[in-house]
């Protein structure tokens, strides 16, 4: 979303609560938001019972740290691409494209949220999620962005990574180690980002072409995307079965799962056999919802609310 406030004549550069809207901008708000709830979801997982009171201050801390990390790396995410995101109408207004937010304040802002978060885990958490925690931040910001976004058309698949990462992160702020249940959750993320980011690359491709990045549509077409984008998609619905074969989540979650499943399927059957860029906005908009409800089901199910 754009920053609204216009620029000051003198500088090009906002001023005041312009720019603090410019700096909130760049870090990707929203994306962050369904980051920390899945990381969030991680933690109370990792936990056999409802939190206590010390749980949940634990909890909240975690979180923040998680969010400040997060935020971190999608400002350095920004400031990195500014000059792709000016050539691509979807990124174009971010205050780094515009130049409305300087590269150095924006660089000084992460770094700051990177030094609090990054304490703020390894004082009050535990060392082992501060390190994955930052190890995650550098995945994203320096070998997605950096190197694999230009490098290959599976950028987004070995990337995706990164973007998987928040539950285990979650369960070893609460247990201090990483369980077998906090990797199947990050296996789901894993596999459910390429039919996520495929789904809006199919409709954004103009831009990627333009912006010069070989992103799957640009460099093998719509109709190999779309199958893979299929694949991915009953590769998800198998995979986010496998918490209840594996007894960590029982009927109730299963039954979202199959449900949500079978809605993924059938967008992604749709858009292979009849493409449209309004079919592929809706299919990303349900990769959103997806997501939000596995996660929700899990934590549902854990606490016996479901069936
Ligand atoms: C390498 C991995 C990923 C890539 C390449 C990717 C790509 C994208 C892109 C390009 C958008 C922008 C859509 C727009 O501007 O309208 C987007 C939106 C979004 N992504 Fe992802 N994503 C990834 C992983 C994730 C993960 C792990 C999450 C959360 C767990 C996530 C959550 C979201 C959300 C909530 C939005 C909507 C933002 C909005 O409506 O403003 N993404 N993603
Ligand atoms: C520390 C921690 C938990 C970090 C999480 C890393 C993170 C923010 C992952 C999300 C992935 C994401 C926003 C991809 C956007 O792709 P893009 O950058 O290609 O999208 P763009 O074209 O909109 O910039």
Not at 127 to 147: D, H, I, K, M
Request: proline letters at 5%; a positive charge.
């Amino acid at each position: 979303m754009p920053a609204r406030a216009a620029p000051t004549p003198a500088s090009g550069h906002l001023s005041g609560r312009a720019l603090l809207r410019g700096l909130w901008v760049l870090t990707k708000p929203r994306v962050v938001q369904l980051i920390v709830f899945c990381a969030l979801i991680g933690m109370l997982l990792a936990l056999p019972a409802w939190p206590n009171a010390q749980q949940w201050a634990r909890i909240a801390i975690a979180a923040g740290g998680i969010w400040l990390l997060a935020s971190a790396a999608a400002v350095f995410n920004c400031v990195i691409e500014r000059q792709i995101d000016a050539r691509m109408q979807r990124t174009a207004a971010r205050p780094t494209a515009q130049g409305t937010v300087a590269s150095g304040l924006a660089i000084t802002v992460g770094l700051l949220m990177a030094a609090a978060g990054g304490l703020l885990l390894w004082l009050c958490i535990n060392p082992l999620t501060a390190c994955l925690t930052l190890a995650t931040l550098l995945g994203y910001s320096v070998v997605y962005t950096v190197w694999l976004k230009r490098a290959t058309e599976q950028n987004i698949v070995i990337g995706g990574a990164s973007g998987a990462m928040p539950p285990v992160l979650g369960w070893a702020a609460m247990q201090g180690t990483v369980g077998p249940e906090a990797w199947l959750m990050f296996l789901i993320i894993f596999i459910w980002t390429p039919p996520h980011f495929w789904a809006l690359a199919l409709y954004r491709v103009e831009d990627y072409r333009r912006a010069g990045l070989p992103m799957l549509p640009v460099t093998h077409g719509r109709a190999y995307t779309t199958r893979h984008v299929l694949i991915y998609t009953v590769a998800l619905w198998a995979i986010s079965l496998l918490p209840l074969l594996q007894g960590m989540s029982g009927l109730g979650y299963g039954l979202v799962a199959c449900v949500c499943g079978a809605v993924f399927c059938a967008y992604a059957w749709r858009l292979h056999q009849h493409y449209s860029d309004a079919l592929a906005k809706r299919t990303f908009r349900w990769s959103l919802w997806h997501l939000t409800a596995l996660f929700a089901a899990l934590m549902l199910d854990h606490y016996g609310l479901l069936i």
